[in-house]
């Protein structure tokens, strides 16, 4: 398969960006946020709502059948094509591979895509019991135990015993927390220790309280435009690389045979698919950061293998190593990752590529936490499991 | 021509309160013996799907060719439980006539008698009778101490392969409010206590033994068991004294271990007396309930199929404490603890019908041409694609190997919160991911041996939603 045939590296560029504080934002509707997120990115690509072309929303939790009324109300982007989308935790990520398309088209120039969402107004304190289509086999599934399912599988495959696999997955928290303590606009900037995460009380075994994300409220926006113009909008336009989705069956029920819970077909191919339209050979090297779906510290386990940051069954040394971390060979979830910022699920995707974007600009919200010799990143978020997973990889220099 | 029983099964939660525990909770002493509680997933369906599937230790499902429930807990007031348990049993539509027996105590042996006709009128067939009960007595009442949960059931026909011919039936009826709940009631009420003894039990159950020897001709010498219903062991022991019955001769009918089990009582006890006995042996079940049923049944040389294969002493030593009485009122809607999350997903009445072949039968598929299984039944083949090329397999029956889980503290209800999310790999490769009940947390780990047990997941649509969960191994098999 090759995508783009006439090309794609470095044909696009994102030229603004915006993201809200995120956090339990109760005195802040969803319209709010979505003015908070958008007008930052505006402002940062000098422009108005009545320049933007196209709208893409991401956002899974509005009342069904809003469509893209909650951007329209918000800026009085009226007369536009604006659509949501609800894939998911990938939902933000496919909002921005829609803005992308359409101005690869050629459709138009200037493309927003914004991710909002008002998870605070349901009521509770995670995200609810039950997926799927059905109500029955479905029943008693939600977040936690669904991801927490690969961690039992994955230390039976790779021989950790139970404290290796929690040490493992306890050291994630550690070091996203960490990276979220330097961050102005997380939910959460408390630091802690290996032993703090690790005695934490269980959620959903062997994931403790701080394995899991919180449930924010949040938005971020990006303007794409055509990279031969992008300096019309400002002097350091982020270049878009190659992006990658794949979808997989909404329940594991559809996936009886050929899976070990362990790897995911969608996390596969969607990082195949965004290396090769990149031209990257071997990630582990040639990206020098990475924001990743930490919605569970499992989860990132499975991504380093999947995305091929480090080799299947190496995740443990990797990380104890320090491989990930800010001062590592290649820092993932520098701003502190899902864990501190929470994961309002339409947002989340682009709450990641603004934080790519700002350390390929070298204009991060805290100087301390800027990392050095960027050149290369990589943003992704993982719905399900194993539903459908997306990426998309920046790049501050044409080539 | 000989009628009788071909096959049968029992069923008892894997819950039970000490009776000391629960008057303790009052603020009492004393109490002897445990009361069998169904779990907050199970009810009299699933408890008698749990017996009805025993029964095909030694009948066949194929050869079943009706369904009769007993019960007067059943989910519904109005809708068939019978059909419901025929397609969890996985029996076929079009082949099985279903009935439900319901509101007498005595509807078990009412629904046996019911099926012992139906056996001579239509020789060869066989009839599946199932009795389950989960009664509820006031909190505080010596009924809420003395009922238990538990289901029982039969395979009636006729032939030479019978385990024990039912030879002799005899009934009386008695119009008395002695017990009774009206409808759409929580607690079985009951009149003054010594009017109840001696007017309603004490006086039917002489009246049909009286019956039932005169007619027969017949000592209670001739018995080698004797099952005695009551709904007490005071009760029960006036008509042994009155009759000179030894202890040798009476069959437990787990008052002490489980507790009055309503129209699962008579069958529970029949059944518990055929798993200890010999060919050649006569036993008396008498049952109440406004009334009295009273049989007399000669054991068979096929007795000898049920060598090793004894189920309730075996569900008896499988069962685990309740931690808290409270739980225990909480699961029935006595005292209802706080609810737990809204569950996201609407039910169907539509959708569940239409998929009941997955979800009620437990149906997978294997694919014609390339013989992957699968579940849920898959009109595309998820391993080599073909479209509509496969054949329905019950996965019911599996035994499964535990591939991976979790123990999830929040997804379940807050008087339940503990739920495992586990995926099951069964014989054929296939894996299924659903939810386990009944487990020992310290024993559950990836590799074990699982089951599937149909339970109750939830309400939603305002109807009883069921689908099947695993568990340790538990129910006997051949």
Not at chain 1, 47 to 67: H, K, L, M, R, W
Not at chain 2, 239 to 255: A, F, N, R, S
Not at chain 2, 429 to 454: A, H, P, W
């Amino acid at each position: 398969m090759m995508y783009f045939k006439n090309g794609f590296r470095d044909d696009l560029a994102i030229v603004g960006m915006g993201c809200t504080k995120f956090g339990e934002r109760w005195d802040t509707g969803l319209e709010d946020l979505i003015i908070e997120a958008a007008f930052e990115s505006l402002a940062d690509a000098g422009i108005g709502p009545q320049d933007v072309e196209v709208c893409y929303f991401a956002n899974t939790s509005a009342p069904n059948n809003c469509s893209g009324t909650p951007v329209s109300d918000a800026l009085k982007m009226h007369g536009i094509p604006i659509t949501r989308n609800e894939n998911w935790c990938a939902a933000g990520h496919i909002a921005l591979i829609n803005a992308c398309l359409a101005v690869k088209s050629g459709m138009c120039d200037v493309a927003m895509a914004i991710g909002a969402e008002k998870l605070k107004d349901s009521g509770g304190g995670g995200m609810g019991i039950g997926r799927g289509l059905n109500p029955v086999r479905e029943t008693r599934r939600n977040a936690p135990s669904s991801f927490a399912l690969i961690a039992e599988a994955y230390f039976k495959k790779y021989g950790l015993t139970y404290e290796q696999g929690k040490t493992m997955l306890s050291k994630i928290g550690v070091k996203n927390h960490f990276n979220g303590s330097l961050s102005p606009k997380a939910h959460f900037h408390n630091v802690l220790t290996l032993e703090q995460v690790m005695n934490a009380p269980l959620i959903a075994s062997p994931l403790g309280l701080y394995d899991c994300c919180g449930t924010s409220d949040g938005a971020a926006c990006a303007i794409i435009t055509r990279a031969d113009i992008a300096k019309n909008f400002n002097d350091d336009p982020i270049y878009i690389k190659g992006f990658g989705c794949s979808t997989d069956m909404i329940t594991p029920h559809y996936r009886p045979r050929d899976f070990d819970w362990t790897s995911f077909e969608s996390l596969r191919n969607c990082a195949k698919m965004a290396y090769e339209m990149a031209g990257i050979t071997n990630p582990r090297e040639e990206l020098d950061l990475a924001e990743v779906h930490d919605c569970f510290s499992v989860t990132e386990v499975c991504i380093y293998e999947d995305f091929g940051f480090c080799d299947r069954g190496t995740a443990y040394q990797n990380i104890e190593e320090g491989f990930f971390e800010r001062t590592g060979s290649l820092p993932v979830n520098v701003d502190g990752g899902l864990k501190c910022f929470g994961h309002p699920v339409g947002a989340s995707g682009i709450r990641m590529t603004y934080e790519i974007y700002k350390q390929l600009q070298y204009k991060v919200d805290n100087p301390d936490r800027q990392i050095k010799n960027v050149h290369r990143g990589l943003s992704q978020t993982f719905g399900g499991p194993p539903q459908i997973a997306a990426c998309i990889i920046l790049g501050n220099e044409k080539g | 021509m000989k009628k009788g029983i071909k096959s049968l099964g029992a069923y008892l939660p894997y819950n039970y309160l000490s009776r000391s525990a629960l008057n303790k909770a009052w603020g009492g002493g004393g109490g002897k013996g445990e009361k069998s509680i169904a779990d907050v997933d199970e009810d009299s369906v699933t408890m008698a799907v749990e017996a009805a599937m025993s029964c095909f230790r030694l009948i066949p499902r194929e050869e079943i060719n009706a369904l009769y429930f007993a019960s007067t807990s059943g989910p519904y007031a109005e809708k068939s439980h019978s059909a419901l348990i025929s397609v969890a049993c996985d029996l076929q539509d079009e082949a099985v006539f279903t009935a439900d027996f319901a509101a007498s105590t005595k509807a078990g042996t009412n629904a046996m008698k019911a099926a012992l006709d139906a056996a001579v009128a239509n020789p060869g067939e066989h009839i599946l009778v199932a009795a389950a009960d989960m009664r509820n007595g006031f909190p505080k009442s010596a009924q809420e101490s003395g009922f238990g949960d538990g289901a029982a059931a039969v395979v009636i026909g006729t032939g030479d392969d019978l385990l024990a011919e039912v030879e002799y039936f005899t009934s009386v009826s008695e119009e008395i409010n002695d017990y009774w709940r009206n409808a759409g009631e929580k607690y079985t009420r009951h009149a003054e206590g010594r009017f109840c003894d001696e007017e309603g039990y004490l006086s039917e159950v002489r009246m049909v033994i009286h019956k039932l020897l005169k007619e027969t001709d017949m000592k209670m010498e001739n018995f080698r068991r004797v099952v005695l219903v009551a709904q007490n062991a005071k009760l029960q022991s006036k008509i042994v004294k009155k009759y000179g019955i030894t202890p040798e001769q009476m069959v437990d009918t787990l008052l002490l271990s489980a507790g009055d089990t309503g129209a699962a009582q008579g069958l529970l006890g029949l059944v518990n007396a055929l798993e200890h006995t010999k060919a050649g042996e006569k036993i008396l079940l008498v049952d109440y309930g406004n009334g009295a049923n009273a049989m007399v049944l000669t054991v068979t040389k096929h007795i000898s199929k049920l060598a090793g294969k004894e189920q309730i002493q075996h569900y008896l030593d499988t069962r685990a404490e309740l931690d808290s009485y409270a739980r225990f009122l909480s699961w029935r809607e006595i005292a209802s603890a706080e609810p737990g999350g809204a569950f996201k997903l609407p039910a169907s009445t539509a959708q569940t019908w239409r998929e009941q072949n997955i979800n009620l039968r437990l149906h997978g598929s294997t694919c014609k041409k390339c013989g992957a299984s699968l579940y849920p039944i898959s009109r595309v083949c998820d391993a080599c694609g073909s479209l509509d090329e496969y054949e329905e397999v019950r996965m019911s029956d599996h035994i499964c190997k535990l591939y991976t889980y979790s123990v999830d503290k929040y997804a379940g209800r807050s008087d339940a919160p503990l739920i495992i999310q586990a995926v099951a790999e069964d014989p054929t490769g296939c894996r299924i991911y659903s939810v386990m009940t009944n487990f020992k947390l310290d024993e559950t780990q990836v590799g074990m041996d699982v089951e599937f047990t149909f339970r109750k997941m939830h309400e939603l649509g305002n109807f009883p939603n069921y689908f099947w969960k695993l568990r340790p191994l538990r129910r006997e098999r051949d």
